[in-house]
């Protein structure tokens, strides 16, 4: 299994600025995966961070809005920026091990 | 357009009566999983079935994988409010690749 911390767990942002989401999972994983889940809806894959190199983004995300980081094999960070009420959503992080997607308890993002 | 489609969307029930969930794809999988998703959590994994025809049982809770491996349902017996969530699908299409998501079915059992 795999344990996922996730902060904050929710937060209210003005339109503009930025929020940077952590992830710190209880043991190394070469992949971490950043999911965006608009409320009611499902997982839409936003970028998979690999440890030592740049995140590879899905279609309709892009760096700039989306940046992350990966500093080691525990820990990865994703910025959502420049935010607008479009970005109210929750943000998960997630891990695979053994067949299984472990995830974050989630970021529950609001813009105003 | 979504690679796997969810239906139905929402479904409402009375404690004790039966539900399916229907998972279609017209592409192929490798192995499909099935999720449950509380308020304020994570999804949490129900059952991974990857052998076409395959049928699974936890419990009250049914799941099949369709013989050609490119649809999947679940079927919950005599539902309870515990049940309430969201139920995902996700499929991968050879191992190690990243998991695709369907649009979920939100699943509510009143007592």
């Known amino acids: 299994s795999a344990v996922i911390s996730q902060k904050p767990s929710r937060d209210i942002c003005q339109r503009g600025t930025s929020l940077t989401i952590q992830c710190q999972v209880d043991?190394?994983?070469?992949?971490m995966f950043w999911y965006r889940q608009q409320p009611g809806q499902s997982l839409t894959l936003i970028a998979t961070a690999n440890q030592g190199s740049e995140a590879t983004y899905e279609s309709g995300f892009v760096i700039d809005k989306f940046p992350i980081s990966r500093p080691n094999l525990t820990f990865s960070t994703l910025t959502v920026s420049n935010m607008s009420p479009e970005d109210s959503s929750i943000y998960l992080c997630?891990?695979?091990?053994?067949?299984?997607?472990?995830f974050g308890q989630g970021t529950r993002l609001t813009v105003v | 357009t979504q690679l796997l489609e969810q239906s139905p969307q929402f479904l409402s029930i009375q404690e004790g009566e039966n539900l399916t969930v229907y998972c279609n794809s017209s592409?192929?999988?490798?192995?499909l999983q099935w999720y449950r998703q509380e308020p304020g959590e994570g999804p949490v994994l129900l059952v991974t079935v990857v052998t076409g025809g395959e049928v699974k049982k936890l419990k009250r809770l049914t799941f099949q994988f369709g013989d050609a491996r490119k649809d999947s349902s679940l079927h919950i017996t005599a539902a309870q409010p515990g049940d309430t969530g969201l139920y995902l699908c996700?499929?991968?299409?050879?191992?190690?690749?990243?998991?695709?998501f369907g649009g979920g079915t939100r699943v509510l059992v009143k007592p």
């Open positions: 996700a499929g991968t299409k050879a191992a190690g690749n990243k998991l695709t």
């Open positions: 043991s190394q994983v070469t992949m």
């Open positions: 997630s891990v695979y091990r053994g067949g299984e997607a472990f």
């Open positions: 592409s192929v999988f490798s192995s």
